[in-house]
């Protein structure tokens, strides 16, 4: 068992991380494809390391809520793209805009 923070401190710098607080944080939010998690004033490390980073998040009270997903067909979001010569992600939100419609979504995204 360790000593204290000076010893954990010093063993996060062996094995290369970087650690410290983040500090005044309102809310950490995680989204999953059927819901949304809200952890409501946590408390937020970040352990930097040469190729990654690791969030430790501590949280009291959190709130879910299902998320509404929209579901468009893989075809749909193609011509969108190739049609306005935008991302996946950007066909996607402007589908999701436009409620679907394909033709408002090639406009929005080429004017």
């Known amino acids: 068992m360790m000593r204290g923070n000076r010893e954990m401190r010093r063993m996060l710098d062996k094995m ?11 809310e950490v939010v995680i989204k999953t494809d059927t819901k949304e998690i809200f952890l409501i004033k946590p408390q937020v490390i970040e352990m930097k390391g040469k190729d990654s980073t690791i969030f430790q998040i501590v949280a009291g009270d959190m709130e879910e809520r299902e998320r509404e997903v929209p579901s468009f067909k893989e075809e749909d979001i193609i011509l969108v793209m190739q049609q306005s010569s935008s991302s996946r992600e950007k066909a996607i939100m ?9 033709a408002q979504a090639i406009l929005n995204l080429t004017t």
């Open 16 to 26: 290369g991380l970087n650690m410290q607080e983040l500090g005044n944080v309102d």
């Open 94 to 102: 402007a589908l999701t805009d436009t409620k679907g419609d394909i």
